[in-house]
């Protein structure tokens, strides 16, 4: 297991877990007054919530969660809940809509054990926010345990803790994004829950923009918590946070500083007060299992970047925008906003400059003792909210102008996303993500085409908001040996920052005023550990996998083995040595950079390690790790 750096510090202050937590109604700015955005955080959410006097127009989001908040039956007060469970924890967040001043403010968490119910914890409400958390140690992860929740004699909530899925051969994900809510007509979400039902996945995996609504956040997660309640209830859940759960057109975080606002705040920070971030990360992301080193940021944000077991498959879970450049003020302005550039004559190169960040040295760290780590591991993912590179060509209407490049992507900085992908590539892992509202599979180059990674990215669950499209200008199809499928658009591209990729399949929107026709959908992803072999399944979302109506997007399934996300050539191999165990944990560094080239499980008893350069290198094995010297100061011959 890694070794987690724990920091300690209160999230909010409260009264024992009395049945009254302290909660100051005649409070009108819990975030505090001090910017536009401090004044405008959650309005329908605190102080006196069913008082509210409404601001905005008819449309706007504080009216319709006033009007919502103000309907809800008492009894279900508590909305939802979602877990996690790893290496002995369980974590738990419970969420609850706005309670009246006198109404229960504390939750109880009762566990059923040989039949009855047994309370274990009863744990305060946090305000603002609205919700409740609850950490088990020694946890018994080889048992489902049904768990309740109650809030007082007010309102319950039951779901199911599954037992860790150690013993099936294929581990399933769902995996998630975009939770627009233009979708007036299909709002419920009743047929997406059912076909993941369908699917049964063993992990949820939202990864971000679980809400549009902004500054009223509380209103956005309900909305999307209620959605999704009956498949969160009873499997581990991982959210993390985008751009718009923070209130944000996009987000470049730059370490947590204080952001503006200014065009789009591409200045780098955060526009809404720290306090109202917190109060997002604890609803989201506090189920989560304890950060890697959770020193807090500027301005005391927290962290959450971590890595969850879920049957043998290791997740890391990244925030690849928290520590991300800001284009503003970095590099010049080459388009309409700061962060799309559309000036054919721009210099690539000129964009990449020494110092800019992307996922930053703590999470780099981080994934360096990931890759080294296996033990009760089989296989390895990493987690994110955006792609690693611009696998887009339009943006926002089908006829809208091109972009060239696309800076709130994980495709620039590009050293930096050479960077993350080479820590993906040493674990053979593969990337799994969201944000692009397009479904795409690629095969990442690094330095030359074909050597990273694969990653996909799945649709939005509903493609309202902005749309985008896979559509070269030359519509020439790409090069490399032939990918093949349906799609016309496939091979090896350059996307617009000069990143190399292989577009393998796409799913553009053929008509996004139609519902069925403007891309909606979620993917599914199949690990089998077993061979190692993993497979991405795109859905479309108004499909009836009950009635049989089985079709995934054209180009999908595809499947590849873990070993296939690391595609260097090798120059050479050292001695073949003896394995000591079965799946030995082979461990390669390169001595002349110290870097970690590899680190990984093979099969057999005897192993020749592949090297990329002829500098001297040590081979380390084990059975979870490699902590054996085997060879020391070889090179390939």
């Known amino acids: 297991m890694i070794k987690r750096i724990i920091v300690f510090f209160t999230l909010i202050t409260s009264s024992a877990a ?40 008819l449309t706007g989001y504080d009216q319709r969660a006033s009007k919502w908040f103000q309907s809800i039956d008492r009894d279900q007060a508590l909305a939802f809940a979602l877990y996690t469970q790893d290496h002995g924890v369980l974590k738990l967040t419970a969420q609850c809509f706005p309670l009246l001043p006198d109404e229960p403010k504390v939750v109880t968490l009762q566990l059923k054990v040989d039949g009855k119910w047994i309370s274990v914890d009863e744990e305060p409400i946090q305000y603002p926010g609205w919700s409740v958390h609850f950490r088990v140690d020694d946890w018994d992860s080889s048992k489902n345990v049904p768990y309740r929740l109650s809030l007082g004699n007010l309102s319950e909530f039951e779901g199911l803790v599954r037992a860790d899925p150690t013993n099936k051969d294929t581990i399933v994900i769902g995996s998630l994004n975009c939770n627009s809510p233009v979708d007036k007509e299909f709002d419920t979400r009743k047929q997406t829950v059912d076909n993941l039902k369908y699917h049964d996945p063993d992990l949820l995996f939202f990864a971000g923009d679980q809400n549009y609504t902004h500054d009223e956040a509380t209103y956005g997660w309900l909305q999307f918590g209620v959605q999704f309640a009956d498949i969160m209830k009873d499997r581990p859940t991982i959210c993390i946070l985008d751009d718009h759960d923070v209130g944000h057109p996009n987000i470049w975080g730059e370490g947590g500083k204080v952001s503006s606002g200014i065009k789009g705040a591409s200045d780098g920070g955060y526009m809404f007060p720290a306090s109202f971030v917190q109060m997002v990360e604890r609803q989201q992301t506090w189920n ?52 799309h550039i559309t000036d054919p004559s721009y210099d690539r190169a000129a964009v990449d400059l020494p110092g800019l960040k992307l996922l930053g040295e703590r999470q780099l760290d981080f994934l360096d003792a990931w890759a080294r780590d296996w033990s009760g591991i089989s296989m390895k993912a990493a987690l994110s909210q955006t792609a690693f590179c611009g696998a887009v060509h339009i943006h926002g209407n089908e006829d809208a102008s091109r972009l060239l490049a696309d800076l709130d992507c994980n495709g620039w900085p590009q050293t930096p996303r050479n960077e993350a992908l080479r820590a993906l590539r040493r674990a053979h892992a593969s990337h799994l993500c969201g944000d692009q509202h397009l479904a795409v ?85 199949r690990f089998h550990k077993p061979s190692g072999k993993t497979t991405f ?101």
């Not at 302290?22 to 001090?34: K, L, M, N, R, V």
């Not at 879920?310 to 991300?324: M, N, Q």
């Not at 519509?475 to 090896?492: A, I, L, Q, T, Y």
């Not at 009950?546 to 090798?570: E, H, L, T």
Request: hydrophobic residues 30%; contains cysteine; proline residues 8%.
């Open 537 to 637: 399944e795109c859905w479309p979302r108004f499909v009836d996998l009950s009635a049989g109506d089985a079709a995934q997007y054209p180009g999908w399934p595809i499947s590849f083995f873990a070993s296939d996300n690391d595609g260097r050539k090798p120059v050479g191999y050292l001695q073949t040595v003896d394995l000591p165990y079965s799946n030995t944990v082979v461990e390669l560094t390169n001595e002349a950079t110290g870097e970690l080239v590899y680190s990984h499980k093979v099969g057999g008893i005897s192993f020749a390690a592949p090297v990329y350069t002829m500098d001297k290198h040590t081979l380390k094995v084990g059975k979870t790790r490699g902590d054996l010297v085997v060879l020391q100061g070889a090179t390939g011959n």
């Open 288 to 339: 989560l299992p304890d950060p890697y080193d959770a020193t807090p940021i500027e301005q005391g944000i927290g962290v959450y970047y971590t890595d969850l077991n879920v049957g043998g498959v290791s997740f890391a879970i990244l925030e690849d925008r928290k520590f991300k450049s800001a284009p503003l003020g970095n590099i010049p302005e080459m388009g309409p906003r700061p962060d």
């Open 18 to 57: 009395t049945g009254y937590s302290a909660i100051d109604y005649s409070d009108p700015a819990p975030f505090g007054t001090e910017t536009t955005y401090a004044s405008e955080s959650d309005n329908a959410a605190i102080g006196q919530w069913w008082n509210v006097k409404l601001k905005r127009g």
């Open 441 to 525: 599979t690629v095969r990442h180059g690094i330095d030359y085409y074909r050597d990273g990674p694969y990653a996909f990215t799945a649709p939005a669950i509903v493609n309202t908001i902005y749309g985008r499209w896979w559509h070269p200008e030359d519509e020439e199809v790409g090069g490399g040996s032939p990918v093949g499928g349906p799609n016309k658009w496939v091979g090896d591209y350059e996307d617009g920052l000069g990143n190399k990729i292989t577009m393998l399949a796409y799913a553009n929107p053929e008509d996004r005023k139609v519902r069925e026709k403007r891309g909606d959908g979620y993917g599914i992803v």
